[in-house]
């Protein structure tokens, strides 16, 4: 590991080789906001409200500072009125998928619903935090990811689950502690049995309202 030095909203930070500008701003005290992001999980790049600008000039870029690693000289901005507006966007979309978003943060950029946004109150903002414990974490792939666009959702996968979710987690769902939104939780069907005994589907799904979810199981072959 060598030392870094790098620029921060116009502060000189160091920072070890291989770290990201998100890990360096938030060990030198700088606030990104994140949504996806968990120290203990891959980086994954979803939500992209972590974005912030680097370079200068006209070799200025958006990148998202959860993957992106810092580099000898590099200058950074984490609130420019570019990524100021970009997370505006990002937090006027979520808002319509979830309701709870912390005020002060769409305060901070200024979010407001929009009318041109369908209500789509998931709750489930698809930030893949579920699904990457279960997988890096606990190697079970009991959960992921169907669909594309406004149809994209979580689901659980019941034989998969049936085959680990018991012994991967024997005393806790482990996975629903890292839901943000919390809707994990409240889809939770079945609840954990006394001690010792083992339930095969007893697990969440974060279901779109207007999806059938026995058509979703059957699009992925698991019924
Ligand atoms: S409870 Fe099941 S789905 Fe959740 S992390 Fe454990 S093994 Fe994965
Ligand atoms: S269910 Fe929760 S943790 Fe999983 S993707 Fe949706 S919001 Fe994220
Ligand atoms: S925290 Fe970087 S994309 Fe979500």
Redesign the pocket.
């Known amino acids: 590991m060598s030392q870094i030095n790098l620029t921060i909203n116009g502060e000189s930070v160091q920072a070890e080789s291989g770290m990201t500008i998100l890990a360096a701003a938030r060990a030198a005290g700088i606030y990104i906001p994140t949504l996806c992001h968990h120290t203990e999980l891959d980086s994954y790049g979803s939500c992209r409200l972590c974005v912030v600008e680097i370079g200068s000039g006209e070799r200025k870029k958006v990148v998202a500072s959860c993957l992106y690693q810092v580099a000898e000289g590099l200058v950074v901005e984490t609130e420019s009125e570019k990524i100021k507006g970009f997370r505006r966007t990002i937090l006027n979309l979520l808002m319509h998928r979830w309701d709870k978003i912390p005020a002060e943060l769409l305060e901070r950029y200024g979010a407001k619903s929009q009318e041109r946004f369908v209500d789509n109150m998931t709750y489930c903002i698809l930030c893949g935090l579920c699904v990457r414990?279960?997988h890096e974490i606990?190697g079970?792939n009991?959960?992921g990811f169907i669909g594309r666009g406004t149809i994209r959702q979580v689901v659980?996968f019941p034989n998969q689950?049936a085959k680990?979710?018991a012994d991967?987690?024997p005393d806790d769902?482990?996975?629903l502690d890292f839901c943000p939104t919390g809707v994990i939780n409240s889809h939770y069907y079945g609840a954990r049995p006394a001690d010792g005994q083992k339930l095969p589907h007893a697990?969440p799904v974060c279901i779109n309202e207007d999806m059938n979810i026995l058509e979703i199981f059957e699009r992925v072959g698991n019924v």
Request: glycine letters at 0%; hydrophobic letters at 30%; one cysteine or more.
């Open positions: 414990y279960c606990k079970a009991v959960l659980i689950s680990y979710c991967c987690c769902m482990e996975c697990h």
